[in-house]
T-cell receptor, first 112, second 113 residues
Framework: QKEVEQNSGPLSVPEGAIASLNCTYS??????FFWYRQYSGKSPELIMF????GDKEDGRFTAQLNKASQYVSLLIRDSQPSDSATYLC????????????FGGGTRLMVKP | EPEVTQTPSHQVTQMGQEVILRCVPI?????FYWYRQILGQKVEFLVS????????KSEIFDDQFSVERPDGSNFTLKIRSTKLEDSAMYFC???????????FGPGTRLTVT
């Protein structure tokens, strides 16, 4: 059973601060990693993906991957109240129909 | 910007009834998926579909479930005889390639009474 683990939070940060969200995964062979944002009552929205070790930046978001430690993180710079949501880490299984295994999500609260 | 669409947004049904949930994936996408999310729980994979056949299905996707792509645009999930525990949000997703990001529709909330 492949597992993806996240701290459920809530993670509370002040507006303008950096929010750091973390995720660990159990399958060492995993190759593709995704971050989704889910507002309450809404569907997951893809915000970042990362395939290679290191950092990948897109606007205010930076994804970090360390395959040796089986660790993925998402940094949100200049956090805004509109970033308040649950952030889901997902891992793709290329050998199983590209199914995504999701973590339980970390709830982020950005306080004005 | 193209989006995945799903209908209906909310379906209420009685236990034992059949339901069909409908999805229109993004038009140039080739891979299609169904997930579900029980209230307060993780998003769970149900099934993936490519080239008109199932690529993978989870343990949840038992004989009561089926998927179909009846034409060039629709992708449906049928639950043959609903149970109370089938109550959940059902999300359809699509992706242009297998290992790429999957784009989710708004979901159908299924309530089984």
């Amino acid at each position: 059973q492949k597992e993806v683990e996240q701290n459920s939070g809530p993670l509370s940060v002040p507006e303008g601060a950096i929010a750091s969200l973390n995720c660990t995964y159990s399958d060492r062979g995993s190759q593709s990693f995704f971050w989704y944002r889910q507002y309450s009552g809404k569907s997951p929205e893809l915000i970042m993906f990362i395939y290679s070790n290191g950092d990948k930046e897109d606007g205010r978001f930076t994804a970090q991957l360390n395959k040796a430690s089986q660790y993925v993180s998402l940094l949100i710079r200049d956090s805004q109240p509109s970033d308040s949501a649950t952030y889901l880490c997902a891992v793709n299984d290329d050998n199983a129909g590209n199914m995504l295994t999701f973590g339980g999500g970390t709830r982020l609260m950005v306080k004005p | 910007e193209p989006e995945v669409t799903q209908t209906p947004s909310h379906q209420v049904t009685q236990m034992g009834q059949e339901v069909i949930l409908r999805c229109v994936p993004i038009s140039n996408h080739l891979y299609f998926y169904w997930y579900r999310q029980i209230l307060g729980q993780k998003v769970e994979f149900l099934v993936s579909f490519y080239n008109n056949e199932i690529s993978e299905k989870s343990e949840i996707f038992d004989d009561q479930f089926s998927v179909e792509r009846p034409d060039g645009s629709n992708f449906t999930l049928k639950i043959r005889s609903t149970k109370l525990e089938d109550s959940a949000m059902y999300f359809c997703a699509s992706s242009p390639r297998g290992s790429g990001g999957q784009y989710f529709g708004p979901g159908t909330r299924l309530t089984v009474t």
